[in-house]
């Protein structure tokens, strides 16, 4: 097949998933063109059948803001245009899905199909921000194909948008030879010389991360046992994060690292991971972390219980409870026989349910329908 992706390329879930769709099609031999302002984030190599199209967006200083979403139709549409592509892959409705449905109408190309991947904040950003409601809606149902991410997302736009029998579930995915358990034993040595525990969470720092609850269980655990915080990503809470870190006197336990390039090799080495979010269509950096035998303890009421087994691979529990996250945190760091069982059984739940390999099979039949419609 000849595919065209565009998806937001900086450090996040939904460009991160979309990238690695990408290389694994074009792994399987089919061409694929990224197009997008910058090269997404985990293009780390040369593929002879992975291309990439920059758009340019004219500086003009009448533009108060410089017109992206325009640039970015027309470079769909010339991409398409030149190599013959099939099918445009928009990942993100805001605003991917209008742009391919703009390019699609540029071209007058019928036959051209648009497949629009929902991954979350595009949806439940647009409950607080009316003003994209309706573009949203018609973009996602001018698509001729439609997935999220998980049922709890799919519910979301059935309630929101009323969109309710076109959603097709295809789950997020991990590369298991990547992800996986016992990386990077040095930076551990160093990080944790008396043998302390490592807690985690990956995230982009927004306010709906919760990264004050992150800090709060932090907070209860170490005081049940010895342990270090590791921060991973940046973003607007950042500061929230700091300041709740001084509050509580944890400057030598916790780390704040940044965006990370290679998180698996970090992921690797934790203990427990926290992603107690208020919204998360499905939790990308909770599935590495599981793929790395990494137990996680999230929110009960999002997309996690999905991914995450409780009782099992973690727990999953009310938004806000951080005292009985870090009750269940404790127990699973303090019974070394336990933490190997739930260990043992992340790594097995997600090579059975969310492989790369197995989800992006799903991806190839479902492009390949919507080309047959
Ligand atoms: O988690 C984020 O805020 C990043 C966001 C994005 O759009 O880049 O991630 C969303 O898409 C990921 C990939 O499908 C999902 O795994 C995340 O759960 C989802 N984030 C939220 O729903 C908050």
Not at 25 to 34: D, S
Not at 70 to 83: F, I, R
Not at 267 to 282: K, R, T
Not at 321 to 343: C, N, V, Y
Request: hydrophobic share 35%; with cysteine; charged share 25%.
């Amino acid at each position: 097949m000849r595919i065209g992706i565009t998806c937001h390329p900086v450090t996040g879930g939904s460009g991160v998933l979309a990238t690695e769709l990408g290389i694994a099609l074009a792994e399987r031999g089919h061409q694929v063109h990224l197009v997008s302002y910058e090269l997404p984030v985990r293009v780390d190599r040369f593929m002879e059948n992975l291309f990439y199209h920059q758009v340019e967006v004219n500086a003009y200083p009448l533009f108060k803001y410089p017109p992206y979403t325009l640039a970015l139709a027309a470079k769909l549409a010339e991409v398409v245009k030149t190599w013959k592509l099939e099918l445009l892959h928009a990942h993100y409705a805001i605003p991917h899905a209008t742009c391919c449905y703009l390019a699609k109408q540029l071209l007058r190309d019928e036959k051209l199909k648009v497949i629009t991947t929902l991954h979350g904040t595009d949806i439940t950003l647009v409950g607080s921000d009316r003003s994209f409601y309706e573009i949203t809606k018609f973009s996602i149902e001018s698509s001729d194909g439609v997935t999220c991410v998980s049922n709890y997302l799919r519910q979301e736009v059935c309630r929101e948008f009323k969109i309710c029998d076109e959603p097709r579930v295809i789950y997020n995915f991990v590369d298991m030879q990547k992800y996986k358990p016992d990386g990077c034993c040095d930076y551990k040595r160093k990080l944790t010389p008396n043998n302390e525990k490592i807690v985690m969470h990956v995230s982009n720092f927004r306010p709906l991360k919760r990264i004050g609850d992150v800090l709060d269980i932090f907070r209860l655990i170490r005081s049940g046992v010895p342990s270090k915080l590791l921060l991973i990503g940046e973003g607007p809470d950042l500061g929230v994060a700091r300041e709740r870190v001084q509050q509580y006197h944890l400057n030598d336990d916790v780390v704040f690292l940044g965006n990370q390039e290679n998180v698996e090799n970090l992921l690797s080495i934790g203990d427990l991971f926290l992603l107690p979010s208020e919204h998360e269509s499905f939790g990308l950096a909770a599935l590495e972390a599981l793929a790395c035998g990494v137990p996680v303890i999230g929110t009960s009421h999002t997309g996690i219980p999905e991914l995450v087994e409780d009782g099992k691979t973690g727990y999953v529990l009310p938004m806000g409870d951080t005292e009985t996250m870090a009750i269940r945190g404790l127990e699973l760091l303090t019974d070394d026989e336990k933490h190997r069982q739930f260990s043992r059984q992340a790594r097995e739940s997600v090579s059975t349910r969310f492989d790369r390999n197995t989800v992006v099979s799903e991806y190839e039949t479902y492009y390949q329908e919507i080309l047959m419609r």
